[in-house]
């Protein structure tokens, strides 16, 4: 299956390396830009994107996934879906309606509990004694 991958943190990289091992065909990865980290801050990339470069998949790291240019180039992707998890961006239904079977998201936790950023942190901090990871059909809003 063609598909583009959007994800940030290190919970992502899990996704993409079992669809890597599983053998889609990995058009594009999208992460966010580099962002300064450590004591120095220096510019560094997400762990998506590291992951990315070390399994030679090509990355693209929008400041918007909003601007006309990056729709089109996502489009120009002929996608059969794309997976999004702990991307960090919402996303506009031209991007969502581009692939052919359309976008997935993987969340960090039980929905709606911890709907929003930092699922598992807000989980383990909350005490929860179960949690999951629910995927879902993503639509515009």
Known sequence: MRL???????FAVVALARLVAAG????CVYSQPPAPRGRGQTLKPSPVHTFA???GLPVRTPASMR???????FRALDLDAACVVAYGQIL????LEAPRLGAFN??????PRWRGAAPIQRAVMAGDEISGVPGMRMNEG
């Open 24 to 27: 889609h065909d990995i058009a």
């Open 53 to 55: 470069l070390e399994h």
């Open 4 to 10: 583009a991958f959007l994800g940030t943190p290190d």
């Open 106 to 111: 993987l969340h960090g936790s039980l929905l």
């Open 67 to 73: 601007d006309p240019d990056e729709i089109a180039a």
């Open 92 to 95: 506009t239904r031209e991007v």
